[in-house]
Every structure is written in structure tokens, then in C-alpha cells.
């Protein structure tokens, strides 16, 4: 069997991200599963991990990767540190043409590297295989808790990054106490399973939407929204998942009856730009627009929310939104203001438990595909170019790398 060397590239992104695409002790697993497998390790001042757990392990430690037939990285690879004609998974931000990456895409297709993006490897039913969004989700509910006990001094939650690992941040909910408030959390994915677990784990009781909007707890209770429960269809009639995928132009938003109810929403569904938007600048200026806090965990800029005008930072969490004048002023300064916390990393503030996840999947549904048969197609579905030449499926990328 002919050998494969795997290497584990250093990450290059500003700011520094902390997350491995596999663990020690996975690359351990992996070298006992497959006799012609090595893995080489690049150097690393950043990692979550340290290199000598990665030697021990049985990796190769080594200062470039260029080398290496497969590079495994997170974020978005440096263009000096991309290797030519070799094969790279990262994530990529391109595939929706994203225009601060554009150079990236060039690049890799000068450089006639095969790219496989994490983001696009899926079963046959079109389910990703692999990603961050139980952590995203995780990290985004304990941030918005912490936002509203921080805003109305209720009490303080030690940050998510400051914690050790998840474990750790758990020892934190038992400090949180709340009033009898209600909390909106959106989507139906990773990422609402995620925050669910954190919003059970601190003893917030589940409520049906029906609930939600009809009764009064003298408790904290949340409810899940699903795509069902906040758009409807325009002129009326029943609401056809289907249908509103294929044409949402169809729809329209129905969410502001739970924003007169809820004071804090937690977004965590995927909004597509056809679909209508959450909620308008309008709407959040009308006095019956309850929610003070949102955790934005999409953080989608000029999306379905419009109080997310930016994203914010591990270091730098909230600021204040102020919905009369539409702009952007500092966190807690009015009680009037809404208050974002819109992190676009937020799984690397768990980033031990969220790197374990990941290779977990990696090991499991990605590698026998990359070191065997790949026959069910998920490695040639999530290639977006090889040989200097966009795949069949990314060919709508052209005009982009042309600069059009």
C-alpha cells in the first residue's frame, strides 16, 4: 500500500486561532489504524495542544509541511504557506464568493492545489459531515446569558476562553439566577442543539412556542423556533417547508409576536438571503419590541438581523445597537439600546473540546474515504479545485476568480 503523509499545518489566520483539525490522541488512533499513514506536525506556539503531546503521540515534528501529500488545517491558510500541487482542507469562505478571499481562490488555482473545503463534505442526503456548530452554539447561549446577567448586574460568569475546557465553564452555571424571563432560541441544527445543552444545563425550563406566547412562568423559560414558527406564508395558507426552501420569496416573517414576548433571543439558524429577515430596523424601534439582549450566534452582517451591524471578538464581546438612530454605540450605555453579542468564532473559546469534536467526525466519516474507496463521492463533492481548474459543482465561481 502506497504511503500517505498527513500533515498538520501551523495556523497562520490573524487573529490566532487555537483549534487542530485532529488531537494528539486521535493522530495516535490514526497511526495505529493505518500502517502507511505518517503524520507530520508543524511546529506551533498557538495550538491548544502542545507539540510534545503531538510527538508523543507519534507524530513528526517538523517546521513546514510543504512536503506532505494531505494538509489538514482549520481557518483559512496564508497564501505563503500554501504548498503548490498539494492537497489542503480548510475552511475557505469562498464558496459564496466571498470578496476579501478571492485572492486566496487565485492563488490555489495558480498554484494547481487540490482544495477540499470542511464546510461542503456531505452525506448523500446533503447533511454536512463535519463542523464547529455544537460549539458555535455551545459558547454563543453561555455568551448571551452572561451579556444579560452582565447587563443588568445579576451576576458575573467567568468568559467561555478563560475557562479551561467545557467542564470547567459547567462549574460556572451555578452562579447564574435569573428573573422569570423568556429567551428565543432560532434553528433547528448543531448549533440550537448546542445552546440547548448549555440553556438545560443552567436549569432553564423548555416551553412549546404555543406556551411561549400564550402563558406567564414565574420561572426562566426558552423555547426553539423553527423555520414553521416564524415565517408564514404571504396571502395565507399553510406553511410548506418544501416551498419555502425553493421559493421563500413566498414568505414572510411572522416573528415579531415572539419579540414582544421574549427578552433575550439567541439566533442560531442559517439564514439564506432569499428568506425574509428575522426582524426590520422598524420593528425593533416599536415599543412593543421587547428583547434587550441578543446573542447572535449566525452573525450574519447585514442579514436577517439588523442589529448585528458588526461582528464582535473573543476579547471584545458586546457592544450596544441603538435601534432610534440605527447605529452602534457602547455596551450598556442605555437602557433603550439592544445589546448584540455577535462573536464570529466562537468555538474558539472551547477550543480543546471543540478540536476533539472535530477530529472525532474527521476520523470517523472523512479519513477511511481519503485513505480508501471513496465511494460514496464525499471527497470529489467537497473538492473545489484540483489541477488549477474549478470542479464541475464550483464552476459558478469562475466570474469570481476573473474578477467580475
Known sequence: MQELKIGIIKEGKVPVDRRVPVTPTQVETLLNTYDNVIVHCQRSDIRCFEDSEYQQAGAILVD????????????????????????????????????????????????????IDWECLTNLQHQRLIA?????????????????GKRYNLFHLRPANECFDMED????????????????????????????????GMKIR???????????????????LNTRDYNQRIGGGSFSRDEFYQNP??????????AKKADVLIAGAFWDPKAPVLFTKEDANRSEFKIRVIADITC??????????????????????????????????????ITVMAVDNLPCELPRNASEDFGK???KHILPNLVGDDKDQIIER????????LMPDYAYLQDFVDGH
Open 64 to 115: 513546514d509541511v510543504s512536503d506532505c501529500d494531505i494538509i489538514l488545517g482549520v481557518k483559512e491558510v496564508p497564501i505563503n504557506m500554501l504548498a503548490d500541487g498539494k492537497t489542503h482542507f480548510f475552511f475557505s469562505h469562498t464558496i459564496k464568493k466571498q470578496e476579501y478571499n478571492r485572492g486566496l481562490l487565485q492563488t490555489i488555482l495558480e498554484k494547481q492545489i487540490r482544495l
Open 132 to 148: 464547529f456548530g455544537r460549539y458555535a452554539g455551545i459558547v454563543g447561549a453561555y455568551n448571551g446569558i452572561l451579556t444579560y
Open 169 to 200: 465553564m459547567q462549574k460556572e452555571y451555578s452562579k447564574v439566577k435569573l428573573p422569570a424571563i423568556k429567551i428565543a432560541l432560532t434553528g433547528g441544527g448543531r448549533v440550537s442543539k448546542g445552546a440547548m445543552e448549555v440553556l438545560t
Open 206 to 224: 423548555k416551553v412549546s412556542p404555543v406556551e411561549f406566547l400564550t402563558e406567564y412562568f414565574n420561572e426562566p423559560v426558552y423555547t426553539q
Open 249 to 258: 420569496a413566498n414568505y414572510e416573517s411572522s416573528f415579531g409576536q415572539y
Open 300 to 337: 450574519d452582517i447585514e442579514g436577517s438581523i439588523p442589529s448585528t451591524i458588526r461582528p464582535s471578538t473573543i476579547d471584545d464581546p458586546v457592544y450596544d445597537y441603538n435601534p432610534s438612530d440605527n447605529k452602534e454605540e457602547s455596551a450598556f450605555a442605555d437602557e433603550g439600546n
Open 361 to 363: 467526525e474527521f476520523l
Open 382 to 389: 467537497a473538492t473545489i479545485c484540483q489541477n488549477g481548474k
